[in-house]
């Protein structure tokens, strides 16, 4: 069994700061990419971030330059700081692992987190 638990979700101002973290634990063997993303309501589910297990980042247009994803391969851990935030960031995000649950078998799965609310107020 593999779990992902995401926290950190809340209701800032706008303008304001929030970080979020996301521990995978169970049965894991390697983790290849790290991501969070988010859903609006009425709107698809978009990716904000994503980093490799070397540590290289990708991020939407709408968050470069305010969001920053970064993570402990030690601790199987993913977070996201959010600065600069804006009512338009307000979702549900949810965290996301690449794992490959045992050296025995290549296979790779896509695991998720139950999701955290972000409010951002004007």
């Known amino acids: 069994q593999v779990q992902l638990v995401d926290s950190g979700g809340g209701l800032v101002q706008a303008g304001g700061s929030l970080g979020l973290s996301c521990a995978a634990s169970g049965s894991i063997f390697s983790i290849d990419a790290m991501s969070w993303y988010r859903q609006a309501p009425g709107k698809q589910r978009e990716l904000v971030a994503s980093i490799t297990s070397g540590g290289t980042t990708n991020y939407a247009d709408s968050v470069k330059g305010r969001f920053t994803i970064s993570r402990d391969n030690a601790k199987n851990t993913v977070y996201l700081q959010m600065n600069s935030l804006k009512p338009e960031d307000t979702a549900v995000y949810y965290c996301?692992?690449?794992?490959?649950?045992?050296?025995?078998?290549?296979?790779?799965?896509?695991?998720w987190g139950q999701g955290t609310q972000v409010t951002v107020s004007s």
């Open positions: 996301n692992a690449v794992i490959q649950r045992d050296r025995w078998s290549p296979y790779k799965y896509h695991y």
